[in-house]
Antibody, heavy 118, light 110 residues
Framework: QVQLVESGGGLVKPGGSLRLTCAAS????????MSWIRQAPGKGLEWVSH????????KYADSVKGRFTISRDNAKNSLYLQLKSLRAEDTAVYYC???????????WGQGTVVTVSS | QSVLTQPPSVSAAPGQKVTISCSGS????????VAWYQQVPGTAPKLLIY???KRPSGIPDRFSGSKSGTSATLGITGLQTGDEADYYC???????????FGGGTKLTVL
């Protein structure tokens, strides 16, 4: 079935780095834009980034621009998010999600937890 | 501070109807379709409504969406205890070149 599975979260010190991975299955991954969305503890949803199906035209939220990098490998059906210069306010559950043409997210992963703390 | 504004909470009795509002501006709701999501605490969000008023396969017709100008509304009829969740609206913001969400509305079925 259609599925997204995130991995790579963990505990990291402020200023540290982490790489998140999202493994897709059950659909033609290369046909879709893909996105990362996060949710801080007790807070709402925050869109982080998206990338086109051809691994071009990345876009980022202002809060992560210059620190996070999105990429994908269509041959491996995988989406990535490289997190650098992490801050306490980056602590959140990070979801991988598939957007439709109008950026409604119809498929979500289960999320991976990133905790930034000393 | 979210770009889209939702009421923090709404409540109604089982079997009743509730509406959740989502207010934005010309650059987001005024120019683009709206989506609605349901999130049970501890789980990933689930798409309820896309293109402002369409339901994905498997979503019951108790859930409906509408949009007028720079505001959108989610309606839920025949409330069930299983509908207790957080509900979020979202859309593309043309001015910000970003996806924006509302702050979420907690639905309590009394």
């Amino acid at each position: 079935q259609v599925q997204l599975v995130e991995s790579g979260g963990g505990l990291v010190k402020p200023g540290g780095s982490l790489r998140l991975t999202c493994a897709a299955s059950g659909f033609t991954f290369s046909d879709y834009y893909m996105s990362w969305i996060r949710q801080a503890p007790g807070k709402g949803l925050e869109w982080v980034s998206h990338i086109s199906n051809s691994n071009t035209y990345p876009k980022y939220a202002d809060s992560v621009k210059g620190r996070f990098t999105i990429s994908r490998d269509n041959a491996k059906n995988s989406l990535y998010l490289q997190l650098k210069s992490l801050r306490a306010e980056d602590t959140a559950v990070y979801y991988c999600a598939r957007p439709t043409g109008d950026f409604a997210f119809d498929i979500w992963g289960q999320g991976t937890v990133v905790t930034v703390s000393s | 501070q979210s770009v889209l504004t939702q009421p923090p909470s709404v409540s109604a009795a089982p079997g009743q109807k509730v509406t959740i509002s989502c207010s934005g501006s010309r650059s987001n709701i005024g120019s683009n379709y709206v989506a609605w999501y349901q999130q049970v605490p501890g789980t990933a969000p689930k798409l309820l409504i896309y293109e402002s008023n369409k339901r994905p396969s498997g979503i019951p017709d108790r859930f409906s969406g509408s949009k007028s100008g720079t505001s959108a509304t989610l309606g839920i009829t025949g409330l069930q205890t299983g509908d207790e969740a957080d509900y979020y609206c979202g859309t593309w913001d043309t001015g910000l070149s970003a996806v924006v969400f509302g702050g979420g509305t907690k639905l309590t079925v009394l």
